[in-house]
């Protein structure tokens, strides 16, 4: 199956616990004020790609052992199909690559998937694509509502756990701050820089600041229109 990506990092730290696969689909209707990743916003941009070539990012990151895959975006739920193939995908070689190593093994990796709909817009149709997750972070970004708690921008974001995997992994996390950084920087592609993560209020016109003092100037920003 097709769907159209923003991108991929790996290791990906600032979204979930530990080491994880970051996957971001393109497009994003819901048009929060202030997001960070408008550049995400457009279903036409980004660049196509197919569930099984996710899938084999995927199995790298395995081999690696990697703690998890974060799914955002962009709205994954605006390509419903797509995201239920590739978690179930994800599971799949998950509990297989769990099956060969035995608990000798390292623990499992979970699934986590970013949603900008709030718990009461998860229609039985979103919902079933959410079905291979372990914990989904729910809820409209809002400028006005910063937050330190853990992986969420705004305070009204909610970490939902769905599993026992999701449960154990997120539950110590649902009311207190990340354990690492909140932010991580990429490697530049074609002149252009990546930052991942949900920054504090305030914390990407201090990198500006601070860039602009080394001589380093953006010439667009996805978190300005
Ligand atoms: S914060 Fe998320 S849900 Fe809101 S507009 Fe940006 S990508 Fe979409």
Known sequence: MELRLDGTHYPLETLGPGKRLGVWFQGCSLACPGCMSRHTWDPAAGTPATVAEVLALWRRALADGADGLTVSGGEPLQQAAALAELLAGAARLRDGARRREGSAGPHPADLLVYTGYE???????????????????TGRYRAAEPTPLAWRGSAN?????????????????????????????????????????VPLRGELAELERTLKRSGVGFTERSWRP
């Open 157 to 197: 974001q909610r970490i939902v756990p769905l599993t026992p995997l999701g449960t154990a992994r997120y539950a110590p996390y649902l009311t207190r701050p990340a354990p690492g950084p909140r932010l991580q920087v990429g490697p530049a592609v074609d002149g252009e820089l990546r930052l991942y993560g």
């Open 119 to 137: 718990p009461g817009e998860l229609t039985p149709e979103r919902r079933a694509a959410l079905g291979g997750a372990d914990a989904v972070i």
